[in-house]
């Protein structure tokens, strides 16, 4: 079983809709959780991340964290056609050299 | 600022030859630095890292090697290419703890063939 689980995707979905993506995990020393976003050819680009339990809202994205469930989410409101590449959910705690588990991705597709 | 550089970008090599990539970072000092793959559609598997120069941990035997000859640069190599050694390659630093958030590289795409 692997560490991170993502939401396999892919996620087709009209422009304007609320998008959710989620991630669940097992490691419970993880301590910092991020959302990346790539788009095709690219590399991944940090959207957002997390401290511990807890929401964390910038602009049209919220993400949320809940460590007594390990489970946590990517909300993305009022989604756009820009909002269209593959989603990565990934998770460190505080030591182990700074490695990150990652998450498979999913990838979405705004349309327009 | 802190930026993060790889090339090249697209790299075409027949089987058998070798490979070198480059990763440096600029604005930061004793950054770790990783290697990723990234097959098409997959997630991203840690190939080497590296906490200071000259220290490289492999996370995956393979048939690539990696190397920190100075405190920003990081490279990647291979004496000879396999068709699966074809994939997305990709660079990330981070700065010191606590905040162990990882950042990426634009990537280098590597076709064998």
């Known amino acids: 079983q692997k560490e991170v689980e993502q939401d396999p995707g892919p996620l087709s979905v009209p422009e304007g809709a609320i998008v959710s993506l989620n991630c669940t995990y097992s490691?419970?020393?993880?301590?910092?959780f991020m959302w990346y976003r790539q788009y095709s050819r690219k590399g991944p680009e940090l959207l957002m991340y997390?401290?511990?339990?807890g929401n964390k809202e910038d602009g049209r994205f919220t993400a949320q964290v809940d460590k007594s469930s390990k489970y946590i989410s990517l909300f993305i409101r009022d989604s756009q056609p820009s909002d269209s590449a593959t989603y990565l959910c990934?998770?460190?705690?505080?030591?182990?050299?700074?490695?990150?588990?990652f998450g498979d991705g999913t990838t979405l597709t705004v349309k327009p | 600022s802190q930026t993060i550089h790889q090339w090249p970008a697209t790299l075409v090599q027949p089987v058998g030859s070798p490979l070198s990539l480059e990763c440096t970072v600029e604005?930061?000092?004793?950054?770790?630095l990783y290697w990723y793959r990234q097959a098409a559609g997959r997630g991203l598997q840690l190939l080497f890292y590296?906490?200071?120069?000259?220290?490289i941990s492999s996370e995956v035997p393979q048939n690539l090697s990696a190397s920190r000859p100075q405190d920003r640069q990081f490279i990647l190599s291979s004496k000879k290419l396999l068709l699966s050694d074809s994939g997305f390659y990709l660079c990330?630093?981070?700065?010191?703890?606590?905040?162990?958030?990882?950042?990426f590289g634009a990537g280098t795409r590597l076709s064998v063939l």
């Open positions: 490691n419970s020393a993880f301590q910092y």
């Open positions: 990934a998770m460190t705690g505080s030591t182990n050299a700074g490695k990150s588990t």
């Open positions: 604005g930061t000092s004793n950054p770790n």
């Open positions: 997390t401290y511990s339990s």
């Open positions: 590296s906490v200071g120069i000259g220290q």
């Open positions: 990330a630093w981070i700065q010191q703890a606590p905040v162990n958030i990882q950042y």
